[in-house]
């Protein structure tokens, strides 16, 4: 009865678990669930709550988790059809007009605008999308774009793009949950149609955080600034493409992406503050609730930064963090542990169901929770440390800890594990911590004043000491290592089991073990795709024993991305040079391992070589749409290709397309009884 008990008390460390769960099997089912599924999960909720009461203490623990499961399933459903709104399905060309809600940069380091209230010409407001992304492709000096300002360009537009290989990152997914049913470019100049409504209060705090950005940036000059700019406002769009990679190379890309880090710096310095300051109040020191005064001081500079940073999930999920921790502070309960966590990832996950498949979700609870459960050992090992060494010794235990428990949730997203990571994160963080943090704190708090200069001085010397420490970390030898993809099975699989190893007793942690052992080993035994073909037949990779050989240097997003999760570190271009294609650039051939020959045509007049080649089986992939059918061929044109979306040879000879992988969901836009190759 005892541990049972201890179960039914520890259900709310299982809550968030048993959402993630719910959540998880909403985005892996094949196809959108259909009326069965729902009525299902709705039927398994009644029957959680209807025999919560009545069911013996050893049937209560099963029955909130799974009660969790369908919840966190239903939640993940209603949030997918609750946003929904208009994807283009065409590709446009002509006047955009709308209103400026995001500004931020591409990975080309072009400057880039979200626009919402959407007017495309020709196009009726029901099949206008909510809100499109347009890069900026000319050079308009003089135009800087600002939030809630109403603009008009001339540009392309086109839906979201597929996977680029079968199971591959779907940015239709992600640009769903955002709304986001257009992506484009213009190489024309910006007009401005009307400045920013006086009652816009929706976006009055990104107007505020845009003037604080460009006032930071111009006392702080260069990267520096930017730096700055991003830790305080997270404005990160003057952030050069180059101090990114060096960011990323050193394991410092969270330094510039509002997190719980920065919260919890921000909360930290102005609770340390707080409380030195009561403290020295004298005898009222005595009388006050001097710590209760620091946190509910510390919750509002968090509410404040979290105001100025913007409703990211990623801010929002750090602030979260910081206000759980806070409360449990304010109503005498202990600020970190597992159970404050616990109910900052159920809210997060109520809230946002989709920040479930987020990097910046798994990293940081991950490394939260390491951090939480390394405390206790810590507790008696730390006082037999000399106190001169102990901060050092701390220091070195968190970036250990929290670098090796988000490595493998790092590699599985980027592709890249930083060899060099634990150096520039000693060397970046504790200045970040004791300096940067403290001196924008203190700058925001004087700029009413006029007096932050001093501050942000001391604040862009200790920015430019971290852009050192990325470049210098960054320009090693073998810096950062390349990691192939891993299944799609191996990561929620290896989460679960670390949730099974942490939360569970006894023959409970040795199952979650073996959970993350089987990850590993699936991860490293998997293989990657003999061929790959991208989704309008752009462009073909065959693997060889050097490494994946492209077809043509172009598609060069596409190409990076197979290179990425092949774990190569070769650029697009020395791909293409790989010694496995011959013939003219518009008719590449090589030999499939089967002994097939398989013929890429591209360019202008492509459809009128595929006579030529389309004969004795052979595999053709035609970048353009043919008028009629082959029989002499394996023939997949942009006709076909636009059905089952990226196409998958795999080694066993098996064959695997984007729309088999995950069958009619709502931002695939492909009905189900389409044709499927």
Known sequence: MAALARARADLPLWAPVGLAVGIGLYFLWWGEPGAEARLSAWALSAIGVLCWWRAPEAARFGLGVLLCLAF???????????????????????????????????GTDRLRITLDEVVLSNTPPDRTPARVRVSLHHRQPGFTPAPGLRVMLTGHLSPPPPPAEPGGYDFRRHAWFEQLGAVGYTRTPVMLVAPPAAEDWQLAGHRARMRLSASIQGQIPGQAGAVASALLTG????????????????????????????????AGFVFAALRLGLACAGSLALLWPTKKIAAAGALFAATGYLWLAGPEIATERAYLMAAVMLAAVLFDRRALSLRSVAMAASALLVLRPESLLTPGFQMSFAATVALIVTFEPWGRVGPRIPAILRPVAMLLLTSVVAGFTTAPISAAHFNRMSAYGLIANLLAVPVMGSIVMPAGVVATLLAPLGLEGAALWVMGWGTRWMIWVAEWVAGFDQAVVAVATPPGWAMPLMGLGACIAILARGLGRGVGMSLIAVAFVGWALSERPALLIAPEGELAGLMTPEGRALSKSGASFIAQNWLDADGDTLTPEEAAARPAFIGPKAARETELPDGRRLVHLTGKGAESRLAEHCHDGAVVILAARAQGLSSGCDLWDQNRLRETGALAIMPDGRLVTSYQATGPRLWVGLPSERLVQ
């Open 235 to 266: 404005d990160r769009a003057g952030i050069s493409q180059a101090t990114n990679e060096a960011m990323r190379a050193a394991n410092l890309s969270h330094i510039i992406s509002i997190s719980g880090l920065h919260m919890g710096m921000v």
């Open 72 to 106: 966190g399933f239903l939640l993940a459903q209603s949030r997918a059809q609750a946003l929904a709104a208009p994807v283009l399905s065409f590709r446009y060309y002509g006047p955009i007009e709308g209103r400026v809600v995001e500004i931020d940069r591409s």
